[in-house]
């Protein structure tokens, strides 16, 4: 019998530990209540047809129904569990082992933790890089250090920006004077490394006013570093290496290519690459966060939000049994 979705407890908690987070998160019952606190906000359920504010919770098919109209609405439309049809439990498991995993998880891993197949592991990881790809995010400020680098390294016999099989990656990252550290990260693929792919990423990434850190090359202009106070290091007279000259910016590089050479094997492909930097960026940002349970909720909260692509989508190909259907 459906229960009455007004009588469901609104429970934000999160445990920190995974033992406590499956005990919390056991049942369907136990996760879709957890999800309309996300779904209808303070207010509760409120019908887009008649705005009843009482419904039927119709758990075999996450569906809440007017109690006034009878009109059917979906708990997960629109949301990255949309049309899935595996238990929002280990959807719930999934996430938490993506914002517990310091080095992040592999499709691999997470098929074996899960007992699913790896096309749906390898989809639900790429739908999770897509929802903290579209979180809120703001400019990065201060004193910022900026760099490119290629993904997967340099060609032997060549150097440099001219490197024309690897794709070139933009980096920035907020430095901190004195002992501080280093603040958050921005980072994104870039066709070239010229005047205007550099500014139009700086113009995406970085506040009017900040002091930018650069090495010497062209292609960080006076057009494509307008409105910051630019202090370009010429690294060939100094002496220096790239990585002393700007270690910050370096050093997230060096992070980032670990993780894909060890995590996922060297397997980002070109087509997916802005995705595991939206997961680096996420994770590095966060990198100080005590709390996971609290990582579980916001990377929850941007799912609730995206209608991620499908496994059809992601790979670009079309659906064998709508082909067939059709």
Not at 157 to 184: C, L, P, S
């Amino acid at each position: 019998m459906p229960t009455s979705a007004s009588t469901l407890p609104r429970d934000d908690s999160v445990p920190e530990n995974l033992i406590a987070f499956q005990e919390r998160f056991r049942s369907e019952r136990a996760c879709a209540k957890f999800l309309r606190r996300w779904r209808y906000g303070d207010d509760g359920f409120v019908c887009p047809h008649c705005g009843g504010t009482e419904s039927w919770y119709l758990a075999a098919r996450r569906l809440d129904e007017c109690q006034s109209c009878g009109r059917q609405t979906s708990l997960t439309a629109g949301t990255m569990f949309h049309k899935s049809r595996k238990p929002l439990r280990l959807w719930f498991l999934a996430i938490y082992l993506f914002v517990s995993s310091k080095q992040g998880i592999s499709a691999m891993d997470l098929m074996r933790k899960l007992g699913i197949s790896y096309p749906t592991a390898w989809t639900w990881l790429h739908k999770l890089r897509g929802a903290v790809a579209c979180r809120e995010t703001s400019l990065l400020s201060g004193i910022v250090e900026v760099d490119e680098t290629l993904e997967g390294g340099r060609d032997e016999g060549q150097g440099g920006r001219g490197t024309a099989k690897k794709v070139v990656i933009a980096g920035a990252v907020e430095v901190h004077e004195g002992d501080a550290g280093f603040g958050r990260c921005r980072l994104s693929v870039i066709e070239n490394a010229s005047a205007q792919s550099l500014g139009a990423f700086l113009g995406e990434n970085v506040a009017p006013g900040s002091a930018l850190l650069s090495d010497g090359w062209a292609g960080y202009s006076a057009e494509a570093t307008t409105g910051m106070d630019h202090f370009p290091s010429a690294i060939e007279p100094s002496g220096l290496k790239a990585h002393e000259v700007l270690p910050a910016v370096h050093r997230v590089f060096s992070l980032l290519g670990r993780v894909l050479e060890t995590t996922y094997q060297g397997a980002a492909r070109p087509a997916y690459l802005p995705l595991y930097l939206a997961e680096f960026e996420f994770r590095f940002n966060r990198r100080h966060s005590k709390s996971r349970a609290l990582l579980f909720q916001r990377a929850l909260s941007t799912g609730m939000r995206s209608r991620c692509a499908t496994y059809w989508e992601i790979i670009e190909r079309d659906n064998p049994r709508k082909r067939a259907a059709a």
